[in-house]
């Protein structure tokens, strides 16, 4: 089992709709939850990152957390072409060294 | 603003050749990070290190080593390219402080092994 699992997609919406971008994780003790962005030829760049269960909102996107369950998403409202990317989860597992363990990403492509 | 640099944004070596690759980060942070990142196969950790001259091995550090002489600066090193070496190489850095785990990507470098 990998340590945190995305779908791959590609996951199609239409310009205006919301997009749900799932990830779970296997480490129950794990911290910190981090949501980035990588279009097409270039770096992840971070949107949200979240601790504590519950929503975190920031502008169009939200964050949701449910460690009983091991799982985080990233909710993008009114979703713009200019949103499709591939999405990557991160998880802060136990330990030192703030290592993060990164899903393989979810390709969202937002059609006008 | 975090930055994190690297030496060169593409990169064409033979097989064989000893390959450098630089990072420069600008936010005095203790942690720095290489990946690669392959299709299909997302973000693997090679090598990473938590201040100057430490350093730990990653999920995949065969064929590959680091050194960090300076806080600001983390190189990987490709002791003998070869073709399975070809790949998108990203560095990263991160505080050690708990609560500021963030991890900042430079641009990335792609290199291509003949």
């Known amino acids: 089992q990998k340590e945190v699992e995305q779908n791959s997609g590609p996951l199609s919406v239409p310009e205006g709709a919301i997009a749900s971008l799932n990830c779970t994780y296997s480490?129950?003790?794990?911290?910190?939850f981090f949501w980035y962005r990588q279009y097409s030829g270039k770096s992840p760049e971070l949107i949200m990152f979240?601790?504590?269960?519950g929503d975190k909102e920031d502008g169009r996107f939200t964050a949701q957390l449910n460690k009983a369950s091991q799982y985080v998403s990233l909710l993008i409202r009114d979703s713009q072409p200019s949103d499709s990317a591939t999405y990557l989860c991160?998880?802060?597992?136990?330990?030192?060294?703030?290592?993060?363990?990164f899903g393989a990403g979810t390709r969202l492509a937002v059609h006008p | 603003d975090v930055k994190v640099t690297q030496s060169s944004r593409y990169l064409v070596k033979r097989t064989g050749e000893k390959v450098f690759l630089e990072c420069v980060q600008d936010m005095d942070h203790e942690n720095m990070f290489w990946y690669r990142q392959d299709p299909g196969l997302g973000l693997r950790l090679i090598y990473f290190s938590y201040d100057v001259k430490m350093k730990e091995k990653g999920d995949i550090p065969e064929g590959y080593s680091v050194s960090r002489e300076k806080k600001e600066r983390f190189s990987l090193i490709l002791e003998s390219a070869s073709t399975n070496q070809t790949s998108m190489y990203l560095c990263?850095?991160?505080?050690?402080?708990?609560?500021?785990?963030?991890?900042?990507f430079g641009p990335g470098t792609r290199l291509l092994v003949l």
């Open positions: 480490d129950r003790g794990s911290q910190s």
């Open positions: 991160a998880v802060k597992p136990p330990g030192g060294y703030n290592k993060l363990i």
């Open positions: 990263a850095s991160s505080s050690r402080a708990g609560g500021r785990e963030t991890q900042y």
């Open positions: 979240i601790y504590s269960n």
